[in-house]
């Protein structure tokens, strides 16, 4: 038994634990594309220079779920939407447990761009994080660079009636550069109050 459900749905997508649903290959030849960096919500994470960055990753990701310390998500388009079935990027939920605080992440690989997947995802998440977790904030950050996940973010936000908190200067690190982080924050009365339908089935079986 996991904290984390190990395999979820939404609407248009199917959500798998990550490091046991993606091939250490498949996901560094999307890793490893320059740019990386820059298409990424609130994960730190840098392009991958080498496959063994890639292992790397994911036995860190298998260690952290196994302490219930992070869930990373493979996502799959669902049967009905364009390239249905294929790997289209990592969902994460990351626990600040002594801050009773979820802080969510997503990157997509560039052809999934434009489908609204980012704000589906987060209310999933959202409704994970509060419900299920029992936590008091879910946490959201962009850089300055990132203009499509601050579109995304600002909308979910205002959905669930969080609030823009500020900017945290130098807060992360993204190919050896430090970076500037725009955070935005939804509270548990927030979430009880907001008026937003989430559409998810969760696989019990698979926990």
Known sequence: MYLFPTAFES????????????????????????????????????????PKDTFDYLGESAEKWEEADRANWAMFPKDGEEGAGEFAGVASLIPLWDRRTARLGIWLREEFWGRGYSGERADALVDLAFDRLDLELVAAAHTDENDASKRAIEKYVERWGGQ???????????????????????TGEQYEAADVAVEMTVHEGGE
């Open 11 to 50: 609407e248009r997508l199917r959500y798998e634990r990550l490091d046991q649903s993606v091939d250490v290959f498949e996901l560094y030849d999307v890793m490893s594309q320059p740019g990386f960096g820059d298409t990424v919500e609130h994960i730190s994470k840098s392009q991958h220079d080498t």
């Open 164 to 186: 823009y908190d500020g900017l945290l200067r130098n807060w992360v690190v993204l190919d050896d550069e430090p970076r500037d982080l725009h955070r935005y924050t939804i």
